[in-house]
């Protein structure tokens, strides 16, 4: 895989970190960290899934289908086992 | 000066101007180029680069009233101009002219309904020189979810022209082609972008501040859950349910396929039956007319045939690929080719092979891991092309005569084995060649939505086109020499055979139907000494101990011996080899040959010697054109003649155990 990426760590907040693969079927949260290689990290980046962005598990399991505004994304599981997101309890931005 | 003012305009009577198109995957970019350039489109290389771009034409109103030609350029969908993938490098090298024509404008499309990521590549665009007009396409689908745009606000901000467009509709094409004419001539000045310092996150800022300040609706920025959605993709890709709805979706592919070119293929093999019986019954006998019969007549009846089947496969293909279902059936792959050391990146260059394996190998240069990508290079001619078709259109119709139903699960089961060997082979190559795991999948999943016939039917088109030039010419070149070597040297009947012909002719005025009949053996019997003893015939017995043990006789081995330079090769070849039809038959080719007999008259083909070669084409690597490819792009000869052998190798075991085996059961 080469050198590992990971991304920076979250700003503010303090809401306890958990696993993407953990995450529940339509809670909102925001990406927090992850153990990527750098060409996953930067498919993700380009794909709108960056740290801090709002997103939401539309599909459990293998893959995890996540929504990031309105594209909806499939990580194979051991891609969202290695990203660490905080659960976001703010209301939704229209 | 304007843009289109005749001086320029003079100059680009040799060379169109050339307007990009780019956008991010899934926009709907492909169905706007179709719209811009009808079916006028073609692909071809981009100079200095191997990936394959789709390049077309398009007239647009020119400053004096007149009407000037573009060159329209549709680069691959990317996520950004920054990244360091093989798209964005080739939209980056023809924003800056690195082939040394420079762009006269580009369109950029977006997604009407998922703004805020596509403006960041607007927002990547607009610092450059190139003046552009943004295509806001899908705006059906974002009414529909209750969007509205101030779209002078977003024009303002982003320094450009904004077009509302639905490119399936074609709602605001004609606009866009307006707006696009205002650039070029300089009627619409270029506005200064609202943008940020450079950097992806506040360009991402950037974007949702445009698309708060010119979107209204209330989705417009998030989304709620669908729960339809949610559960079609649940259900597509589930590890059981969702490998179900794959092989059915397949099989229901293929069944289409056999069942609905039944008709057009019929009528083509009648048009050339009586094109050849037409032939015959007006020239002068010689080699001119045997010439034009047999050699081109067969030939080219022998690829023609086979041209609505291709036509229909890729017209199915992209009918899926439109609705959005192949982006989830790639994550159903993934588990599976996960296990074999395949990323499920190169599902999709599998699924192009099934086509063709050269654009396939071609399109794996977007798996980003060099052992991954080898891997599915070295297995994806295992998967069945469409210049396999016309030996499974033979062969599965000669094993199920009448029955579409069980002639398409027979032509499944062809595709099942060359994926069940693909697999198998990268199993073994990553244990031993190419060690190492393969790269956990990440994939956009884009929209679900009906399908465009006009799209499927450009792109049938397109490929039906493609496969009649390129495989084509080829096809009818082998045809002639094929004839030539069977045609040649003319033998001079045995005594026996002429003694028979004099006998029949005695008896025309006495007993003409026993004179007709032995008319008719003679005949027969003289071309079959004059095939043994031709050019084509001793080449065919040379080789014939190395497919006697697969049950072919010497036609059948010249057959598979000449469809090592290209799979098609093989049913127009035997088309030569059994002759030209009777001219009053009426047969059609595939006819011809399943009814052949060999030199001892037992059948050409019987189920046995069918089951053979349908497993030695599945499984042979069988085309000079994807093992120069394979070469180019490991820049290495070891991986194609690695290929080549294995491949072979694997055919030739595999149709021996099938001939074998089934002799071992009887069944003959």
């Known amino acids: 895989m080469g050198e590992r990426s990971e991304l920076p760590p979250p700003t503010g907040g303090g809401s306890e970190s958990l696993r993407l693969s953990e995450l529940a079927t339509g809670r909102p949260a925001r990406l927090h960290a992850g153990d990527l290689d750098p060409g996953e990290a930067c498919l993700l980046q380009a794909m709108g899934l960056v740290t801090g962005s709002r997103l939401v598990v539309r599909v459990t399991g293998d893959p995890c289908i996540v929504e990031v505004r309105t594209t909806r994304i499939g990580l194979a599981r051991s891609v969202a086992e290695r990203l660490h997101v905080v659960v976001d309890r703010s209301p939704e931005r229209r | ?668």
Not at chain 2, 151 to 176: F, K, Q, T, Y
């Open chain 2, 1 to 668: 000066m304007t843009l289109l003012s005749p001086a320029p305009r003079a100059a680009a009577a040799a060379r169109p101007r050339r307007i990009l198109l780019l956008g991010n995957p899934n926009t709907g970019k492909t169905t706007l180029f179709n719209r811009l350039c009808g079916l006028r489109a073609k692909t071809a290389n981009f100079p200095g680069t191997t990936t394959d771009l789709r390049r077309g034409r398009m007239q647009i109103a020119a400053a004096d009233g007149g009407s000037a030609a573009l060159e329209v350029v549709d680069l691959p969908g990317l996520y950004s101009l920054e990244l360091d993938l093989p798209e964005s490098r080739v939209a980056a090298e023809a924003l800056a002219a690195a082939d040394g024509v420079a762009p006269a404008a580009a369109i950029v499309v977006v997604d009407a309904t998922n703004l805020n990521r596509h403006l960041m590549l607007v927002g990547e665009l607009a610092p450059r020189a190139v003046p552009f007009v943004v295509a806001l396409n899908m705006i059906d689908l974002a009414r529909r979810r209750g969007l509205t745009f101030d779209l002078g606000r977003m024009a303002r901000a982003l320094g450009a022209p904004v077009i509302a467009v639905a490119a399936r509709s074609g709602e605001g094409v004609d606009g866009l082609i307006g707006a696009l004419a205002d650039v070029l001539s300089g009627a619409a000045p270029r506005g200064v972008p609202d943008l940020p310092p450079a950097g992806d996150e506040s360009l991402e800022a950037w974007a949702e501040r445009v698309v708060v300040a010119s979107v209204g609706g209330v989705h417009a920025v998030g989304g709620e859950s669908d729960t339809v959605l949610d559960r079609l993709d649940e259900t597509f890709t589930h590890p059981f349910l969702g490998l179900v709805i794959f092989h059915a979706v397949m099989a229901v592919l293929f069944w289409t396929i056999f069942a609905l070119a039944t008709v057009p293929m019929d009528l083509i093999e009648a048009v050339f039956a009586n094109l050849g019986s037409f032939l015959e019954g007006h020239l002068p006998a010689g080699a001119v007319r045997d010439m034009l019969v047999g050699g081109l007549i067969g030939g080219v009846s022998g690829t023609v045939v086979f041209l609505p089947q291709i036509c229909l496969l890729f017209f199915l293909i992209t009918l899926l690929e439109d609705t959005g279902y192949l982006a989830r059936a790639a994550f159903v792959m993934d588990r599976l080719l996960y296990r074999f050391g395949l990323p499920g990146y190169a599902f999709v260059p599998l699924l192009s092979s099934h086509a063709c394996a050269i654009p396939g190998i071609l399109s794996t240069r977007l798996i980003p891991d060099r052992h991954d990508r080898f891997a599915t290079i070295l297995v994806a001619p295992f998967m069945s092309c469409s210049a396999r078709l016309p030996v499974y259109v033979l062969l599965t119709s000669f094993l199920f005569p009448g029955s579409p139903a069980l002639a398409g699960l027979a032509f499944t089961g062809c595709y099942l084995l060359g994926a069940v060997a693909a697999m198998g082979s990268a199993f073994l190559a990553r244990r031993t060649l190419l060690p190492g795991k393969s790269r956990p999948m990440v994939l956009e999943l884009p929209t679900y939505k009906w399908p465009s016939l006009r799209v499927a039917f450009a792109n049938a088109l397109e490929q039906g086109w493609a496969f009649l030039t390129t495989a084509g010419t080829v096809i009818v070149a082998l045809s002639f020499v094929m004839w030539w070597l069977s045609a040649y040297p003319k033998a001079t009947p045995p005594a026996e055979v002429t003694a028979l012909a004099a006998r029949a002719e005695a008896l025309v005025a006495r007993a003409p139907a026993e004179a007709a009949e032995l008319g008719a053996e003679a005949e027969r019997l003289t071309l079959r000494h004059q095939q043994e003893t031709s050019f084509a015939g001793r080449l065919g017995r040379g080789v014939e101990p190395v497919f006697a043990p697969l049950g072919y006789d010497w036609r059948l081995s010249i057959g598979v011996l000449t469809s090592f330079a290209a799979r098609e090769v093989f049913v127009s070849t035997l088309a030569v080899l059994v002759g030209a039809p009777e001219a009053d038959d009426g047969a059609g080719v595939l006819e011809r040959i399943q009814s052949a007999t060999r030199d001892d008259g037992t059948p050409l083909l019987t189920t046995a010697t069918a089951v053979s070669l349908l497993v030695f084409f599945v499984l042979a690597m069988q085309c000079v054109s994807t093992l120069v490819t394979v070469r180019r792009e490991t820049r290495s000869w070891r991986w194609p003649l690695l290929q080549f052998a294995w491949m072979s190798g694997l055919a030739w075991v595999g149709a021996f155990v099938a001939y074998q085996g089934l002799g071992w059961l009887g069944v003959a």
